[in-house]
């Protein structure tokens, strides 16, 4: 999500910076480096970049050593996973073939001045329109690039652009087909749990009073925010499962899916997590019940792959 500071003692205009609460602890200097150096502490800054924007979150989870059931339950996720996916791909994958040959359309799948082209070629400059907006008018600019919703968005984006590329650029087909189910999975967790789970719990769990709470409800309905967390999954339907060229979701396509919500699992636990930027309280890994938190998410993308498979089997445009 674009995050919105809710720290009381942090006022701010649209394009500025916050000023902190003199009793603020000023910031650790911080390199790169330091992610890599082991003998750096855990949290690298003191205050950290972050300026007080998650003071909302509960102490417990943003400060103190993770969970010792959360991190072995992280680790044996991942492993279980990793191990059922690459099974899967053995068996399913004909010798002497790619789980990328799954991926090759026939030349004639991208037709330029069709419909769906023209669709393509519109949202996209309106989806890039939408984050030069976050860019130039949220106080976080480029920093709100940190979130799975921008990661998501930005993906949205990017295969508009692909697929209004393709008719002339054939090498863009596979990444526009690679980053199909990503697109229509990342929306879907994105809308789901922004607005089912994450939302009402930063409003009536998290943050106590009732003026905080109003402001934030004020900025979380704001046309940005509805762009990036009503708005991106009808743009992934779209762009995913109604224009052409349709076609079956395969095991590569979840394979993709693994790889991209992996990636952004260790973003946000080895270097958010270290800077003090807690964008999703309900993943907080100090805490056991994050498990469920992980599981629900498992749970989404499982049931997203069966059901967008099922939306774009042959048998539903044939």
Not at 75 to 92: D, E, P, Q, R, V
Not at 128 to 144: D, G, N, P, R
Not at 184 to 190: D, I, M
Not at 268 to 295: K, Q
Request: aromatic share 18%.
């Amino acid at each position: 999500m674009e995050h919105v500071n809710t720290t009381p003692d942090c006022k701010y205009d649209k394009m500025s910076i916050p000023k902190m609460n003199p009793k603020t602890p000023p910031s650790r200097k911080f390199s790169v480096s330091d992610l890599v150096d082991p003998t750096k502490p855990w949290i690298l800054t003191d205050g950290g970049p972050s300026l007080g924007f998650f003071d909302f979150v509960p102490q417990h989870l943003r400060e103190g050593p993770w969970s010792a059931t959360a991190t072995m339950a992280l680790f044996s996720l991942m492993y279980s996973l990793t191990i059922i996916l690459l099974g899967a791909n053995m068996l399913h994958t004909p010798a002497k073939s790619s789980i990328l040959d799954k991926f090759a359309l026939a030349n004639d799948a991208y037709l330029p001045y069709t419909p769906s082209w023209y669709y393509h070629s519109v949202v996209f400059f309106w989806m890039v329109y939408v984050a030069y907006m976050v860019y130039t008018e949220s106080m976080l600019s480029s920093i709100a690039w940190v979130s799975f919703t921008l990661w998501s968005w930005s993906i949205i984006t990017i295969r508009h652009g692909l697929c209004a590329l393709a008719p002339f650029v054939p090498q863009v087909r596979v990444v526009a087909e690679i980053l199909r189910l990503p697109v229509l999975l990342s929306a879907s967790v994105t809308f789901g749990v922004w607005n089912f789970v994450l939302m009402p719990a930063i409003c009536f769990v998290f943050i106590k009073d009732s003026k905080r709470r109003w402001n934030f409800i004020k900025f979380a309905t704001g046309f940005r925010l509805t762009q990036l967390h009503v708005f991106n999954i009808f743009f992934a339907v779209m762009n995913g499962a109604w224009a052409q060229p349709r076609r079956p979701l395969h095991l590569g396509d979840l394979d993709a899916v693994f790889v991209y919500m992996s990636i952004y699992m260790m973003w946000y636990y080895f270097v958010l997590d270290r800077l003090g930027i807690h964008l999703y309280p309900i993943f907080s890994p100090r805490v056991p019940w994050v498990i469920f938190s992980w599981l629900l998410v498992v749970g989404l993308c499982i049931y997203g792959y069966q059901w967008w498979g099922r939306i774009l089997s042959p048998s539903k445009y044939s």
